[in-house]
C-alpha cells in the first residue's frame, strides 16, 4: 500500500514540476505593458529615463502606457529575441517524450535510452537561465545605461531551471519505479504459470491411473508445459534486459 501511495505522489511531482517549468519559462516570453508585468528595468543617460521592458512592450517610467505609438527604447530589441527565446516549446516536447517512454518501462528503447532523454530537459532552460544573465551583464556594461534591475518575472528563467532539475529527478525515480512494477508483475505471472503448470500434472498424474483415460492427453500437457517453460525463459531474459538497461538508480 505504501509503495503505491509512493507512486502516484511521485508521478503527481513529475506533472507538477514539468508544468512549473513550463510556465515559468513562458511568463517572461509574455512580458509587457500589454500583461501588466515586465522583466527588466532599465534607467539610460541623458533624456532617455527610465523603462520598464518586456518582451510585448514598454513602458517609460512615471508615464501613461500604451503600444500606441510607442516608441521603443536603446537595446529593446536584443531583449525582445531573448525573451521570445523563452517560449520555444523544446523543453515542452522533451516532458512529454520522456513521460510517454516511462509508460513502456520493458520496452527496447526504452531500456535503452529512456535514462538518458530526460537529461535534454534541464538543458534548455539551463540555456535560457545563462542566456538571461548574460544579457542583463551586456546591459550595465553598455555606456549609455546607468542601471540595470530585475524586475517582476526576471528571475522565473533561474527558477524554471531549478524546476527542471527537480524533474529531471522525479523523472528518473518514476521510471525506477516503473521498471520495478513491471518486474514484479512478470515474477507474480511466472509463479502463477508454475502453479497451473503443478495443478496440471498432479490431475495428469491422477488420471493417468484411470483405464480409460485418453492416450494423448499426456503429450499434449507435455507440450503445453514446455511451450510455458520457454515463455518463463524469455521473460527472465527480458528482466536482465530491463536490469542492465536501467544505468541510473536512485540510492535507498
Known amino acids: ?15 507538477l514540476f ?37 518582451a510585448l512592450g514598454n513602458c517609460q517610467y512615471g508615464t501613461e502606457c500604451s503600444s500606441a505609438g510607442q516608441v521603443n527604447p536603446p537595446y529593446w530589441g536584443s531583449i525582445r529575441s531573448l525573451l521570445i527565446f523563452h517560449i520555444v516549446s523544446i523543453f515542452f516536447l522533451t516532458s512529454c517524450f520522456a513521460s510517454a517512454l516511462s509508460h513502456f518501462p520493458s520496452a527496447p528503447f526504452t531500456m535503452k535510452y529512456g535514462t538518458l532523454v530526460p537529461i535534454f530537459g534541464p538543458l534548455f532552460p ?12 551586456r546591459l550595465k556594461s553598455e555606456g549609455d545605461v546607468k542601471t540595470v534591475q530585475g ?5 522565473l528563467g533561474t527558477t524554471g531551471f531549478i524546476m527542471s532539475v527537480l524533474w529531471f529527478l522525479a523523472v528518473q525515480y518514476n521510471g525506477y519505479l516503473r521498471r520495478l512494477e513491471a518486474g ?9 504459470v508454475e502453479r497451473n503448470n503443478i495443478v496440471k500434472r498432479m490431475a ?3 488420471s493417468s491411473w484411470w483405464p480409460w483415460s485418453e492416450t494423448g492427453q499426456g503429450t499434449a500437457d507435455t507440450g503445453d508445459a514446455e511451450g510455458e517453460a520457454g515463455k518463463r525463459k524469455e521473460r527472465k531474459r527480458n528482466k536482465k534486459r530491463r536490469e542492465k538497461g536501467s544505468t541510473i538508480r536512485p540510492h535507498a
Open 1 to 15: 500500500m505504501k509503495n503505491n501511495y509512493l507512486i502516484i505522489i511521485i508521478r503527481l511531482l513529475v506533472l
Open 126 to 137: 539551463c540555456i535560457v537561465m545563462i542566456s538571461d544573465i548574460m544579457v542583463a551583464h
Open 184 to 192: 514484479h508483475n512478470e515474477e507474480v505471472e511466472e509463479v502463477e
Open 204 to 206: 495428469n498424474a491422477t
Open 18 to 54: 514539468a508544468t512549473s517549468t513550463v510556465l515559468f519559462l513562458v511568463l517572461p516570453g509574455v512580458s509587457g505593458n500589454k500583461t501588466g508585468f515586465y522583466w527588466v528595468n532599465i534607467e539610460y543617460e541623458g533624456n532617455e529615463g527610465a523603462w520598464d521592458i518586456g
Open 151 to 155: 524586475v517582476d518575472v526576471y528571475w
